[in-house]
């Protein structure tokens, strides 16, 4: 029995396979590190289904040494026969005001220890995290234990989409919106063979379309899955962070001249998507705490 060093969480699930639907109840934390070496008295847990990673969850957040939270999350499109490709991840997160979130500690749940019918409680032992601090890493489909044949599972880590990591941060006293453009994952060059030379261009809009402002990351030299860890800050006062868009776009260098363009999202106004919305929200309600969070590039 591994010793609880990173916090204990008391989980129970509830499958129902007619419904394909995963009913996850998190109801405490026991066994978080002292305070010193978290340094917070408020935790969140926050809850991924993989490998999609496009059904999350995340609790309340609950102070003192032994939170209670017991709250339910439900889960959809659980298929019983490819029950052994699905794992939901827990974090716990250290939560302190105008600070960064930190991750205290994580566990990744594999589906197959499922009864397929009825409910079941269990303590789930967390341990460290090895990711970005504050942020939601990248986890590839390698590290889904896969029911199917390895080469099914092999196909889908290269067929990835590419995708980006972005941290966001409001500060409404000064009126300070901090992008960070984090790191890639899965770009191509789509002319060759060889790793792309990328760099991610950041463009504020205003609600008429026009450029506020723009700017972009250096070059990263031959490389799929590139770190920038760049942050850009552009002035937008209170009342216009819901009238304003930014978009992010990734290229490909290909020589002096010439460029591609790997892929886009927008945020704000006029987002791309329901994640890149979302995002949007989440930083707008994190009281000036970065809301990191990965997304999957559109075509251009």
Known sequence: EPVAKY???????????????????????????????????????????????????KTSIQRGPCPVFTETFKFNHVESEMIGNYAVRFRLYSVRRMKKERIVGEKIFYLTKLNLQGKMSMPVILEPSYSLSGCDSQMSMSEVSCSESTSSCQSLVHGSAPEILIGLLYNATTGRLSAEVIKGSHFKNLAANRPPNTYVKLTLLNSMGQEMSKCKTSIRRGQPNPVYKETFVFQVALFQLSDVTLILSVYNKRSMKRKEMIGWISLGLNSSGEDELNHWTEMKESKGQQVCRWHTLLES
Request: without cysteine; proline residues 4%; hydrophobic residues 35%.
């Open 7 to 57: 916090g204990t969480l008391d989980v129970s699930f509830d499958y129902d396979s007619q419904e394909q639907k995963l009913l996850v109840t998190v109801t405490a934390v026991t066994d978080i590190p002292t305070y010193s070496r978290t340094g917070g008295s408020s935790w969140q847990v926050h809850l991924v289904l993989l490998p999609i990673k496009k059904q999350r969850a």
